[in-house]
């Protein structure tokens, strides 16, 4: 199977998982550098979830590291099958972080009409969009993962069907 942009192994899932990385250990630093996120369930969510996402990130990021360096190709079913398992509940849970704390952000910034500590708002702020942005490239990656197990799949159903018929 040929290699595409972001499969394991590629200089461009490896950009993909150090943003991912980068982008969610910025969220937890915003976040974890104000004084009062821990009076916030979502808040100290988000900082659980985004701190699965930087262990998930960085494994990965050194595989594909490693199958660079190696120049092997990770195109196997069982591995493909856990990357996009993993890629799929770790981002479930990222979007469900960012937007649970995003909801809180906008109550406490703009609804309730003023934030008591500014400084920290603006670090609330901070922290989701980068939650977001760690999303959109985790998003990206779990996409390309499920893109290549499915084309496995096909192709595996396709060899079969010709070994049938001979």
Not at 25 to 54: D, K, W
Not at 80 to 100: P, R
Not at 145 to 158: E, P
């Amino acid at each position: 199977m040929k290699d595409f942009a972001g499969t394991p192994g590629t200089f461009t899932s490896l950009a993909l998982r150090i943003s991912q990385c980068i982008f969610a250990a910025g969220s937890i630093t915003a976040m974890a550098t104000t004084s009062n996120f821990f009076n916030f369930t979502a808040f100290c969510y988000l900082i659980a979830s985004m701190g699965l996402q930087v262990i998930w990130s960085f494994g990965l990021a050194l595989l594909d590291a490693y199958a660079l360096i190696r120049k092997k190709v990770l195109h196997n079913s069982i591995l493909v099958s856990l990357f996009v398992v993993g890629d799929w509940v770790t981002c479930t849970l990222s979007l469900a972080a960012a937007s649970a704390s995003a909801g809180i952000t906008m109550l406490l910034f703009h609804d309730v009409g003023h934030c008591n500590y500014y400084n920290e708002c603006q670090k609330y702020q901070m922290s989701v969009a980068l939650a977001f942005l760690s999303w959109i490239t985790l998003s990206v990656s779990s996409l390309i993962m499920l893109w290549l197990l499915s084309a496995g799949f096909l192709v595996f159903v396709f060899l079969r069907m010709i070994r049938s018929e001979i």
